[in-house]
Nanobody
Framework: QVQLVESGGGLVQAGGSLILSCAAS????????MGWFRQAPGKEREFVAA????????YYADSVKGRFTISRDNAKNTVYLQMNSLKPEDTAVYYC?????????????????WGQGTQVTVSS
């Protein structure tokens, strides 16, 4: 079993930056592909970014492309989401997830483990 815990969320003004971290416990996640999703009030959970187990390939939703960067440090069992040029529409609870599929995965149902989420609020 893998436990994922997000951190780094908070309140930031539009145009600002924030970095989220997702730490794994229980077992290493170096062999897992990782992803970030977000869910705003009244909206469905949406894909944000994903990274292969090797860290060599990434993929982003069009809404965050060019602004967000996903990375991972397998030695620390941690995945990161660097968020720049934040917009009010980025406000949501952000979740990290892990999948045993060693590739880019953008479908939530194909992820095996989920964190509890961290709130990101962008003020205008």
């Amino acid at each position: 079993q893998v436990q994922l815990v997000e951190s780094g969320g908070g309140l930031v003004q539009a145009g600002g930056s924030l970095i989220l971290s997702c730490a794994a416990s229980g077992r290493t996640v170096s062999s897992y592909a990782m992803g970030w999703f977000r869910q705003a009030p009244g909206k469905e959970r949406e894909f944000v970014a994903a990274i292969r187990w090797s860290g060599g390939s990434t993929y982003y939703a069009d809404s965050v492309k060019g602004r967000f960067t996903i990375s991972r440090d397998n030695a620390k069992n941690t995945v990161y989401l660097q968020m720049n040029s934040l917009k009010p529409e980025d406000t949501a609870v952000y979740y990290c997830a892990a999948t045993r599929i060693h590739s880019i995965v953008v479908v939530a149902t194909q992820y095996d483990y989920w964190g509890q989420g961290t709130q990101v609020t962008v003020s205008s």
